[in-house]
């Protein structure tokens, strides 16, 4: 059985691997698509702790490209927060759904249901939507359950971790945090 793996990062990345390895995923695909990621050196941070996860666990790697014009586009018009997530994990959901297709995977996944910090329910959802669009089986497990585990073993490997999403709204929202925080 083949299996595509969105991996937005390599900390996110580490539980859910194991778990399609052990369900008896036997080639598993990466999928580093994220032009929601803001600025381009975070980006390439971020790719270049991939190549590191698709070497070490012998992944089959697949990239998308990077192309933060399709990110705008797709949340041009979302001044909401939430629409403006959902957004983007729709543009990021769809692309691996249909590369899963064309390429002849069995089933896709994504790491988004690893984090903690997205809406574990509506990326659910549209993971199952995509995969009935696109024919092809959706893998689901609730992998937020390895998330600190994953986390804790990217620090001990000297694996970068980032402390936000990727996107240019999470970062001022970081930063924001930051300042108020050094003001107190």
Sequence with gaps: ????????????????????KYDGYEKIGSLFYNPNIHPTKEYEKRRKEIKFLVESED?????????????????KDFDDASKRCESCWMLRIEKTAQTAEREGFDAFSTTLLASPYQ???????????????????????DFRIGFNEAHNEARKRSIYCQNYCGC????????EVRMKKKIK
């Design 1 to 20: 059985m083949k299996l595509l793996m969105h991996i937005c990062c390599v900390p996110c990345a580490i539980y859910p691997i194991k778990l399609a």
């Design 168 to 175: 240019v709204f999470s970062l001022v929202e970081r930063e």
């Design 59 to 75: 992944l089959a790697a697949l990239d998308a490209g990077y192309d933060p014009g399709e990110y705008f586009k797709t949340i």
């Design 119 to 141: 809406n574990h329910a509506a990326v659910k959802e549209m993971c199952r939507k995509y995969s009935e669009s696109y024919n092809v089986k959706f893998y689901y497990k």
